[in-house]
């Protein structure tokens, strides 16, 4: 009974308000056995980092549908780094561009998923890499 | 680990939430911790939110955490949702109603699933509180998972339980039943722009005539929790119950039962701790081949397993 979760925050940034895809990963995590903590729809950069923070997450998956997913990365790992909290793995799916995935990867996210990955692709990618962050901290 | 404690004394908010991790996953350091932030508890107001799932309990919190705030009083939640118990996974969202205050630096949320237990309370959440209490917070909500009727472990935790009820839960037989309607020291009637909230009112003050002699008789109050009707008045109740317990001999007793509780639940987590792991060194193939061919009885099983544990001879 007693061992580590994994703990995710599943958030939605800014004014758009589509959260199927948010809803389905959140429940593809609980189903892998995460602790999935699910915060609603427009949540500011600020609001998400202070709940990873007080939540004491592993991770923070951001589902982003209305094209300011560049801002919103940046913004969201900045202040990680800012409260010296880089080691929060962000990840991120929704309507993304390919070709603006690159960029994104370079500002610090550890993954994104387009449309039409499958949930277990997602699942494993993060306990891999929950996995390889704790080996870091130990 | 003692840096830690030091630091979430101090005030740090990522220090905490590690702690209470830490204690949440069962790690062997738990007790050093605890000890080392014992005597600073005693010093928050422990409330209790507890009720049937969609009752209101996660908005009516974020009001509360409002009255409080507005009051210059800090804030630390906890807040319980069920754990799956097939994957063991959880979807934390209490959350989602109060969100307005994460940014407060005079609000902490943590939100925390109930990892296989049953008493509407998470493994870690008297911890959990007492880990709060000790890094100062001075109001601590405590909101249970969406009871039915017997997960009464929060009155072991906190000073002031809220009981919150909504129209439509059945008829007077469910307000007389035991368990939940039992540990309330606050009736809270939210939804009470719904029909039938008076019914729900007269019948549970009815019950409460019946207990005319006590000390301290739930007040009932009637909230719409999503637009702060009501939500004042019960404030009050709570202060004033909490004073109650200060002067009168109730609190003692419940300080009894809190303590007793406390040594109770270290006891009963490190033996089923225990327990787990010797049953499963013991769980091999062919006792478990032979308990369901009946040939083996899980009572001898178990005997076996108590007996090198504790040494304990068959009684003659």
Same mark, same amino acid.
């Given at each position: 009974?007693?061992?580590?979760?994994?703990?995710?925050?599943?958030?939605?940034?800014?004014?758009?308000?589509?959260?199927?895809?948010?809803?389905?990963?959140?429940?593809?995590?609980?189903?892998?056995?995460?602790?999935?903590?699910?915060?609603?729809?427009?949540?500011?950069?600020?609001?998400?980092?202070?709940?990873?923070?007080?939540?004491?997450?592993?991770?923070?998956?951001?589902?982003?549908?209305?094209?300011?997913?560049?801002?919103?990365?940046? #913004?969201? $790992?900045?202040? +990680?780094?800012?409260? %010296? *909290?880089?080691? !929060?793995?962000?990840? =991120?799916?929704?309507?993304?561009?390919? #070709?603006? $995935?690159?960029? +994104?990867?370079?500002? %610090? *996210?550890?993954? !994104?998923?387009?449309? =039409?990955?499958?949930?277990?692709?997602?699942?494993?990618?993060?306990?891999?890499?929950?996995?390889?962050?704790?080996?870091?901290?130990? | 680990?003692?840096?830690?404690?030091?630091?979430?004394?101090?005030?740090?908010?990522?220090?905490?939430?590690?702690?209470?991790?830490?204690?949440?996953?069962?790690?062997?350091?738990?007790?050093?911790?605890?000890?080392?932030?014992?005597?600073?508890?005693?010093?928050?107001?422990?409330?209790?939110?507890?009720?049937?799932?969609?009752?209101?309990?996660?908005?009516?919190?974020?009001?509360?955490?409002?009255?409080?705030?507005?009051?210059?009083?800090?804030?630390?939640?906890?807040?319980?949702?069920?754990?799956?118990?097939?994957?063991?996974?959880?979807?934390?969202?209490?959350?989602?109603?109060?969100?307005?205050?994460?940014?407060?630096?005079?609000?902490?949320?943590?939100?925390?699933?109930?990892?296989?237990?049953?008493?509407?309370?998470?493994?870690?959440?008297?911890?959990?509180?007492?880990?709060?209490?000790?890094?100062?917070?001075?109001?601590?909500?405590?909101?249970?998972?969406?009871?039915?009727?017997?997960?009464?472990?929060?009155?072991?935790?906190?000073?002031?339980?809220?009981?919150?009820?909504?129209?439509?839960?059945?008829?007077?037989?469910?307000?007389?039943?035991?368990?939940?309607?039992?540990?309330?020291?606050?009736?809270?009637?939210?939804?009470?722009?719904?029909?039938?909230?008076?019914?729900?009112?007269?019948?549970?003050?009815?019950?409460?005539?019946?207990?005319?002699?006590?000390?301290?008789?739930?007040?009932?109050?009637?909230?719409?929790?999503?637009?702060?009707?009501?939500?004042?008045?019960?404030?009050?109740?709570?202060?004033?119950?909490?004073?109650?317990?200060?002067?009168?001999?109730?609190?003692?007793?419940?300080?009894?039962?809190?303590?007793?509780?406390?040594?109770?639940?270290?006891?009963?987590?490190?033996?089923?701790?225990?327990?787990?792991?010797?049953?499963?060194?013991?769980?091999?193939?062919?006792?478990?081949?032979?308990?369901?061919?009946?040939?083996?009885?899980?009572?001898?099983?178990?005997?076996?397993?108590?007996?090198?544990?504790?040494?304990?001879?068959?009684?003659?």
């Amino acid at each position: 009974m007693d061992e580590r979760k994994i703990r995710v925050i599943v958030a939605k940034p800014g004014l758009d308000g589509h959260d199927r895809g948010a809803k389905v990963i959140a429940r593809a995590l609980r189903d892998a056995g995460m602790e999935v903590v699910y915060t609603g729809l427009r949540q500011t950069p600020e609001q998400i980092v202070e709940t990873a923070l007080q939540e004491d997450a592993d991770a923070i998956g951001i589902s982003i549908l209305s094209g300011a997913h560049s801002f919103y990365f940046s #913004k969201i $790992i900045e202040l +990680l780094k800012d409260k %010296g *909290a880089s080691d !929060i793995i962000v990840f =991120g799916g929704g309507v993304i561009p390919d #070709k603006d $995935i690159p960029g +994104l990867l370079e500002v %610090g *996210a550890g993954a !994104i998923f387009g449309p =039409g990955t499958p949930t277990t692709t997602c699942v494993d990618w993060l306990e891999k890499a929950v996995a390889e962050k704790r080996e870091k901290e130990k | 680990m003692d840096i830690l404690v030091g630091r979430a004394l101090g005030g740090d908010i990522r220090s905490l939430a590690r702690l209470i991790s830490l204690i949440e996953n069962g790690d062997p350091l738990t007790d050093r911790v605890m000890r080392q932030i014992y005597p600073k508890t005693g010093r928050a107001l422990v409330i209790g939110i507890t009720g049937s799932p969609g009752a209101g309990k996660s908005t009516l919190t974020d009001k509360l955490i409002e009255t409080f705030r507005r009051q210059g009083k800090t804030v630390g939640i906890i807040a319980v949702d069920p754990s799956s118990p097939f994957s063991g996974g959880a979807i934390l969202a209490d959350r989602i109603r109060m969100q307005r205050h994460t940014g407060d630096s005079g609000v902490y949320i943590r939100s925390m699933g109930t990892r296989g237990s049953l008493g509407g309370l998470s493994r870690g959440t008297r911890e959990a509180t007492l880990l709060l209490d000790a890094c100062g917070w001075d109001v601590i909500i405590i909101e249970t998972v969406g009871v039915g009727q017997s997960e009464v472990d929060i009155i072991k935790i906190a000073n002031t339980v809220c009981v919150v009820l909504v129209p439509g839960m059945g008829d007077d037989i469910q307000i007389m039943k035991a368990g939940i309607m039992e540990i309330a020291n606050v009736f809270v009637l939210n939804k009470a722009d719904k029909p039938g909230v008076d019914r729900v009112a007269a019948e549970v003050k009815l019950m409460l005539d019946l207990v005319r002699d006590r000390p301290w008789i739930p007040p009932v109050h009637k909230t719409i929790a999503e637009n702060g009707t009501g939500v004042g008045e019960l404030v009050d109740s709570i202060v004033r119950h909490h004073e109650f317990l200060k002067t009168g001999t109730d609190g003692l007793r419940s300080e009894y039962a809190r303590v007793s509780f406390e040594v109770e639940d270290i006891l009963l987590k490190d033996l089923s701790r225990r327990a787990e792991k010797i049953w499963k060194t013991h769980r091999t193939q062919d006792v478990m081949d032979a308990l369901v061919r009946r040939d083996e009885n899980p009572y001898t099983v178990a005997g076996a397993i108590l007996k090198e544990m504790f040494g304990l001879q068959k009684t003659k």
